[in-house]
């Protein structure tokens, strides 16, 4: 593998994708919607309705609904911390992983079906680099961008959510082990997800936005964890979240197989036209 | 392979579907040569660099471009070639410079000498007062020699050129003829020439090759195709009024000729075999024509792409 050809591709990409506007302000205003925001919002509106003397009993009722284990987490907290646990460790859970998914579909879309659309893939395929290096490239140019959001998004949530938090929980709560593997282990896979997606969805189409809009059917799972979590049908703990993240990788490595017999320059340059 | 043949095609050919691109090419091109591909748009030009490239299969046929397989040895060849495509390819959010680099560096030249081989194409082009310029803001004549710096970057042996000179203006597209005809002449380098200018093919090519729905119709230098294919020429009598009727009837009555017109006092004969003209003119002049001029036209390229696409 020529990795000095590899490096320029990610970096070239890199480049391209900072200079859209397109591209990176999505990239930049809905992870600090979600990772700093709502975060901030659902630590502080319990301390200020303890303050209020607003009714908080009303949690051990919808508490009553979830799963056992879930209650015995929450056991040894107060009501007000009981809800800001709730929220933060658990409910936003999901919702962090809409981050990774989200960057590495928009920086994908970008970097292989907007090739295409800029007309800049015909001088790529004509240049010395194998298809291997040309995909693993690609594939790491949108992969990168969608971690490094990922984990300073980890890190300003953990940030903001501590502080946030401080006037319920008087302590550092945050991250929990669930968080790190989620972090750690899931979001990598989360991010892999969408790419696989959006560039099986790229060999199809021809512009950035097609494969970007037909990408964001992947978010579909994320938000049924969401979902599933609020019912009480399930919720986030180390051994789902270590298992959600196994699954995931296996989606990947399948998807991303799919891609590669895809990404062959015969094909690409019979798209090319 | 001979020492001076860089490139041997035979019997390739490639379809799609039940369109076919290229059907059995088969041609030889020599170092330092400047050969044109000519025919119209779907003759095949494009699909034929891809395969002398590497970057498409051929269905039947072998290739050898400077005594590599493009098919099996793609990446190493493509390191010694260098393409220019038909649209400018570059990336438009980058500025000139930074496209330079990057192509610089997948191509593998030594990072010491990237800047200094980059500034040189920067300047040899025209380009470096607009260097840290965004491509998207460049007229289409400085993205076409910004394009071509880029085929250029790695210095390569073989250069294809997919209408280089297409949409621009009369000035831009002398200077690229004539850095074309500078590469072959001073630098050795063989180009391949795909274009659907005739004019521009018959001033630069050594020689060409013409395509019809993927089949080489005729192959060699302009000049020869002119002799073999335009062996019909058109000849101009110039005759004193007095005699034009003698002429006429004269050139009427001489078998083989096929088509006569008479304008201003010149009489043109077309579709006259180049062997002819010695017996046309003794035949005027012995009848007593009296015969001020006689002007044969060579066909140009022009002349043998149409007859060969059975145009007028």
């Not at chain 1, 196994?246 to 690409?268: H, K, P, Y």
């Amino acid at each position: 593998m020529n990795l000095r050809a590899m490096r320029a591709i990610v970096r070239k990409d890199l480049k391209v994708l900072w200079q859209s506007k397109a591209v990176t302000v999505p990239l930049i205003v809905v992870p600090l919607i979600f990772l700093v925001v709502l975060p901030a919002l659902a630590a502080l509106l319990p301390s200020a309705a303890v303050q209020a003397g607003g009714p908080l009993a009303q949690i051990d009722r919808y508490l009553q609904q979830m799963p056992q284990g879930l209650q015995a987490e929450l056991a040894g907290y107060d009501q007000a911390q009981k809800i800001v646990v709730l929220a933060l460790v658990y409910f936003l859970a999901p919702m962090y992983l809409i981050i990774p998914l989200m960057v590495a579909s928009v920086v994908a879309a970008d970097s292989f079906a907007g090739e295409k659309e800029r007309k800049t893939l015909e001088a790529l395929l004509y240049s010395p680099t194998t298809e291997r290096e040309l995909f693993v490239a690609k594939v790491l140019s949108a992969w990168l961008p969608a971690m490094a959001v990922a984990l300073i998004g980890f890190l300003l949530y953990s940030m903001v959510a501590n502080l946030a938090a401080w006037p319920v929980m008087g302590r550092l709560f945050f991250p929990s082990g669930m968080w790190l593997a989620l972090a750690f282990w899931v979001a990598p896979a989360v991010a892999g997800l969408g790419l696989g997606a959006t560039v099986l969805i790229s060999a199809r189409v021809e512009t950035f936005q097609e494969a970007y809009q037909l990408g964001a059917v992947v978010v579909l799972p994320i938000l049924s964890l969401v979902i599933g979590q609020a019912t009480g049908v399930m919720y986030f703990n180390l051994v789902l979240v270590m298992a959600l993240g196994l699954s995931l990788w296996a989606i990947d490595a399948l998807l991303l197989w799919l891609g590669g017999r895809l990404f062959r320059r015969e094909e690409l340059m019979a798209r090319v036209g | 392979m001979a020492d001076d043949v860089v490139l041997i095609a035979q019997g390739l050919a490639r379809a799609f579907g039940e369109v076919v691109a290229v059907d059995g090419l088969s041609l030889q091109v020599r170092r330092g040569e400047i050969f044109g591909f000519l025919g119209h748009n779907g003759a095949g030009k494009t699909t034929s660099v891809r395969l002398l490239n590497g970057v498409l299969r051929p269905d039947q046929g072998h290739v050898q471009v400077l005594g590599l397989d493009p098919t099996s040895q793609g990446p190493e060849l493509r390191r010694r070639t260098g393409v220019l495509t038909e649209t400018p390819a570059l990336e438009e959010r980058l500025t000139a410079r930074e496209n330079l680099l990057f192509y610089a560096e997948l191509y593998g030249l030594a990072p010491e000498r990237m800047t200094e081989r980059v500034e040189a194409l920067l300047e040899i082009f025209n380009l470096a007062s607009r260097a840290d310029d965004r491509v998207s803001g460049f007229s289409k004549g400085m993205k076409q020699r910004l394009a071509l710096a880029r085929a250029l970057v790695h210095e390569p042996e073989i250069l294809f050129l997919d209408e280089p000179t297409s949409g621009l203006d009369p000035v831009a597209a002398r200077a690229v003829r004539r850095l074309v005809a500078r590469l072959s002449r001073e630098e050795d380098r063989t180009v391949i020439l795909c274009t659907h200018n005739l004019i521009e093919a018959q001033t630069l090519c050594d020689r060409v090759a013409v395509l019809k729905a993927g089949r080489l119709m005729a192959l060699g230098r302009p000049a020869d195709l002119a002799r073999r294919w335009g062996r019909n020429l058109r000849l101009d009598f110039e005759v004193s009024g007095a005699t034009r009727g003698l002429a006429l009837s004269v050139l009427r009555a001489t078998p083989g000729v096929a088509e006569l017109a008479s304008e201003d006092g010149v009489i043109s004969v077309l579709g006259i075999d180049r062997e002819r003209v010695p017996d046309l003119v003794e035949a005027l002049v012995g009848a007593g024509v009296r015969l001020y001029r006689v002007s044969p036209r060579e066909p140009t390229l022009e002349d043998i792409y149409f007859a060969l696409h059975g145009l007028d």
